[in-house]
């Protein structure tokens, strides 16, 4: 997969739909970014290779096990789903497991980002099974997990930091991709016996200095012209999901970015389990960012 340029927006987003309900609003999005970004569209759905079972749960199959008729259908029901004419658009209807499809379908396509929806009840409840958590996990290609309808561009965001790099991309990056946002920079802190180490004397004194030193980063990223004057900064105290989710709901945010790189089999689970938390917890759609360096060396995004 060709890195990005630094800073500008994905010139190819990858749309995953079943073709259900649940992927409207992913739908209306990626068709948004799209024009906005003028990205070419692709869109990618997997199918079963027998009636035994939904297409977006299928095993693995043979493209000769669905005949074109089927596939005629398909494309004609993700033409019919859009909300406006696409010129720059791809379809690829193709026999797999979801999760692999999606991802192999982004590395061949060179897409910079893929588009997922959040489905129902299910999403919250049983999150480890499902196609998102998989991506979380194995794709090198930043996500964008849609909740809301896409009534108008992002336009006040939340970006989580860590203080790492990893997260420092991914406020360079939601300052780069969305026009003139508000962003809110958010370092959560979970202090064990917060209570008592806040009330002995140290609390103001610990303060300053985590200000102090989440100023340092946000003065170190990259950002373009005047986006500095747009970012705020917050501590908060807590797990980072449990931040993060409810600054979004007291203020009515429109995005959630986080960022993250690509690495072995330990961090994704590591890096995984908090994605998903994340996913789980925050109301507003959430931007996943990877790192370039990340999807440099993944290669296959898997």
Not at 32 to 58: F, G
Not at 123 to 135: D, N, V
Request: a negative charge.
């Amino acid at each position: 997969m060709t890195p990005p340029v630094p800073g500008a927006p994905p010139r190819r987003i990858l749309l995953a739909t079943d073709l259900s309900a649940d992927c409207d609003r992913a739908l209306d999005r990626a068709v948004s970014l799209a024009r906005r970004w003028n990205a070419t569209l692709h869109i990618v759905h997997a199918l079963q290779s027998s009636d035994a079972a939904p297409a977006w749960w299928t095993l693995e199959g043979s493209p000769t096990d669905v005949d074109a008729e089927q596939v005629q259908l398909v494309e004609h029901g993700i033409r019919r789903d859009l909300p406006e004419p696409i010129e720059d658009l791809a379809i690829h209807i193709e026999v797999g497991n979801p999760s692999d499809v999606i991802a192999h379908t982004a590395v061949r396509e060179d897409c910079g980002l893929i588009v997922v929806g959040a489905s129902g009840p299910s999403f919250a409840s049983f999150i480890s099974r499902t196609i998102t958590e998989r991506l979380l996990r194995r794709s090198g290609c930043s996500l964008l997990i849609v909740k809301n309808r896409a009534r108008s561009p992002y336009r006040r965001l939340v970006v989580g930091t860590d203080l790492t790099p990893e997260s420092r991309h991914g406020l360079e990056t939601a300052a780069a991709w969305f026009d003139k946002p508000d962003v809110t920079l958010i370092h959560a802190l979970d202090i064990p016996y917060r209570s008592m180490f806040m009330t002995s004397g140290n609390g103001d004194a610990f303060e300053h200095m985590e200000q102090e030193t989440l100023t340092r980063f946000l003065d170190s990223a990259t950002l373009p012209a005047g986006a500095r004057e747009r970012i705020h900064t917050v501590l908060a105290y807590g797990y980072p999901e449990t931040a993060l989710g409810g600054y979004g709901r007291t203020h009515d945010t429109d995005l959630t970015v986080i960022g993250t790189l690509t690495r072995g089999p330990i961090f994704h689970l590591l890096a995984g389990s908090t994605a998903a938390r994340i996913v789980q917890t925050v109301p507003t759609d959430i931007l996943v960012v990877r790192n370039a360096l990340g999807m440099a060396e993944s290669g296959t995004g898997g």
